[in-house]
């Protein structure tokens, strides 16, 4: 029988349907689906420090120090023009590295969706069979109610009537 994390998602569906007993549910986190090579790992690099709080605070302690020190210091005495041209310097990279978090939590999410995915038609054709056993409990019930109502044959272990 392969492994679990060698099945590719349809090979995993079909059998999530032909056989949900078999069936075991997978916890997919954004580490399983990141990737090995060196651009994933500065990938990951980049949008922990980009989307870090961290970041947001040191930028912001830097603007206000900026704007200050530059009147008192005397390195700029207008602060606008020249601190939104450097903050304005970077932004292309950052929408870029936003795009490329985007894309690799995307791929996640799809992971994730995948796995759901099996798990739930697996789910649904166990009780699908649950269904198919209860009825086939109901029509015995009821052939063994009529039999028992006509007086017919009782079951085994019951003293006739």
């Excluded at 997978?26 to 980049?46: C, N």
């Excluded at 020249?82 to 310097?89: G, Q, S, V």
Aim: glycine share 6%.
């Amino acid at each position: 029988m392969a492994d679990e994390s060698v099945l590719s998602p349809a090979e995993e569906m079909a059998r999530a349907s032909t056989a949900p007993h078999l069936h075991v549910p997978r916890l997919v986190t954004s580490k399983d689906i990141s990737g090995e090579a060196v651009l994933d790992h500065i990938a990951d690099f980049v949008n922990k420090l980009i989307g870090s709080m961290y970041l947001f605070v040191a930028i912001t302690v830097g603007i206000v120090v900026w704007l200050f020190a530059g009147n008192i210091v005397g390195f700029d005495k207008t602060p606008w023009p020249l601190l939104l041209t450097l903050l304005n310097l970077p932004q292309l990279s950052i929408m870029i590295s936003l795009q490329v978090s985007a894309n690799r939590a995307q791929a996640a999410s799809d992971a994730r969706a995948l796995a759901d995915h099996a798990t739930l038609v697996s789910l649904h054709e166990l009780g699908k069979k649950q269904v198919q056993i209860l009825d086939g409990q109901n029509k015995v019930l009821e052939i063994l109610e009529r039999a028992v109502a006509g007086g017919g044959p009782t079951l085994p272990g019951q003293a006739p009537r």
